[in-house]
């Protein structure tokens, strides 16, 4: 089979490779789409870990092609969409539902201790609880959205968003968009995006977003204060993962207030945090990481129910060949969501 291959820092090669086998309780799932995350753009520049070679790609939907032995849930034919974490099930945090925190967490084409083959290829191996069926009548294209959807409903359910709220977010990008989107759903009242590009600040706008802010060009604290009435923010969500908009942040939440650390900032870099003013505003502090399994079937059964507007999200659809080119330009911040079409020979 065809698969782009990681053979090092922006070394990636489409290379013919064994098409792999479904083990027992695994299924060998037809990629359609597979979504290209930042994560990945963290492997390709050599900023997150990863040991060559391997297959990236952990956002993808695609139809079983055949199953291993004692698969009970999954047919063949089937449209699924994949949960890259594979879990244990039996760990501390498994037990609490917590399945993306894992102690034995492997992933299937992201980043991690462990790297399994992942999506940026025309088949990969899955474990059947990891592959999600999905309503046949909901687009391979949308179904790939879901690992970063589940991404988004964890840390909204984390930063527990009431009717009402008046959030703010960092960052218009794929993530961002899904985020302010989805605390509408959960009955904010007003909610503010901030960007330093106003071709995502129009998409913002086109998927509902009340308020849109470019701070090169207007003061940011003063617009959250304009539309608070003063108050500042119920809910700052930071995703963009820089440092400044982590320390900026804390500008905009009001006393009592909440910051969800959502971006992944760099590993090991500090940021300027006054602790007095965390103690003082009671201000609560939360970071959310990856997709627990939960999270992931709720973000499918969003998709189905069409209560996101994902199509504005996806500016780029290209084949499994020109998957550096896609690399380059999300790299450079150009576009928002890129898709990777996948058509097995």
Request: proline letters at 6%.
């Amino acid at each position: 089979m065809k698969a782009m291959v990681f053979r090092g820092v922006r070394d990636l090669r489409l290379e013919d490779v064994e098409k792999p086998q479904p083990r027992r309780k695994e299924v060998l799932v037809r990629v359609a789409y597979c979504g290209v995350c930042k994560t990945d753009i963290h492997i390709f520049t050599g900023a997150f870990p990863a040991k060559p070679p391997v297959i990236l790609g952990h956002e993808f939907s695609g139809v079983v092609e055949e199953l291993g032995e004692d698969v009970k849930t999954l047919k063949r034919g089937d449209h699924v969409a994949v949960n890259p974490i594979v879990y244990c099930g039996e760990c501390k945090y498994c037990v609490q539902g917590r399945t993306n925190l894992c102690e034995n967490a492997v992933v299937l084409g992201g980043a991690g201790e462990i790297i399994l083959d992942g999506a940026y290829a025309e088949y990969v191996r899955v474990p059947e609880k990891n592959a999600l069926r999905i309503d046949p009548e909901v687009s391979l294209k949308h179904a790939a959205m879901t690992e970063p959807l589940a991404c988004v409903v964890h840390g909204i359910e984390l930063i527990d968003v009431k009717p009402g709220d008046r959030v703010v977010v960092i960052g218009a990008g794929p993530i961002g968009l899904m985020l302010a989107q989805m605390a509408k759903n959960s009955g904010s009242s007003k909610v503010l995006v901030m960007d330093l590009r106003d071709e995502r600040l129009k998409v913002a706008e086109k998927v509902g977003v009340d308020i849109t802010v470019n701070p090169l060009r207007e003061d940011p604290l003063r617009a959250v204060e304009e539309a608070t009435q003063g108050e500042k923010a119920d809910i700052v969500i930071e995703a963009v993962g820089s440092i400044k908009t982590v320390e900026d942040s804390f500008k905009y939440v009001k006393k009592g207030g909440k910051v969800l650390i959502f971006g992944v900032p760099p590993e090991g870099a500090p940021a300027r945090i006054i602790p007095f003013d965390i103690y003082f505003k009671e201000i609560s502090v939360i970071g959310s990481y990856a997709v627990p399994a939960e999270s992931f079937i709720k973000a499918a059964s969003i998709i189905s129910g069409k209560r996101v507007d994902l199509d504005p999200l996806i500016t780029e659809v290209y084949p499994l060949e020109r998957l550096r080119e896609a690399f380059e330009k999300a790299e450079k911040g150009e576009g928002l969501k890129k898709l990777i079409e996948v058509r097995p020979s």
